[in-house]
């Protein structure tokens, strides 16, 4: 008994210490469940979904930066977007920066069925 209060002084007490003990470590794990519910778990499910994104981005990706800046996905390398943002003009950028994918490029070989265009 002696070693238990030697590492817990504070449950050394009556016994309504004990429980006003029990109570507040119950508190502060309700507290810490809220908390990763409410903030935590929402953050890793954002960066799991820009982390995807980022990896799907390919050539032709009309994208903005985290700047504003508007463009088109020019080429791709390890970490780094090259974006064409006039005829003449490519800025150079980190992968991280691009903020989201407006619209994807077109696949080159689409298939040329009835479901691919309704023309009237």
Not at 30 to 48: A, C, E, G, N, T
Not at 57 to 84: A, F, Y
Request: without cysteine; aromatic residues 6%.
């Amino acid at each position: 008994m002696n070693i238990v209060n030697g590492f817990f002084p504070l449950l050394q007490g009556a016994g309504s210490g004990g429980g006003q003990m029990a109570s507040m470590f119950v508190t502060f794990g309700l507290v810490f469940v809220v908390m990763y519910f409410l903030i935590i778990r929402p953050q890793s499910k954002r960066q799991k979904k820009a982390k995807a994104m980022l990896a799907a981005l390919k050539r032709g990706d009309r994208v903005v930066t985290i700047g504003g800046i508007h463009g088109i996905v020019h080429s791709i390398k390890d970490d780094v977007v090259i974006i064409k943002v006039d005829d003449n003009t490519k800025i150079e950028f980190s992968k991280s920066a691009v903020s989201t994918v407006l619209q994807q490029a077109r696949a080159e070989a689409e298939p040329a069925g009835p479901s691919a265009e309704i023309k009237e």
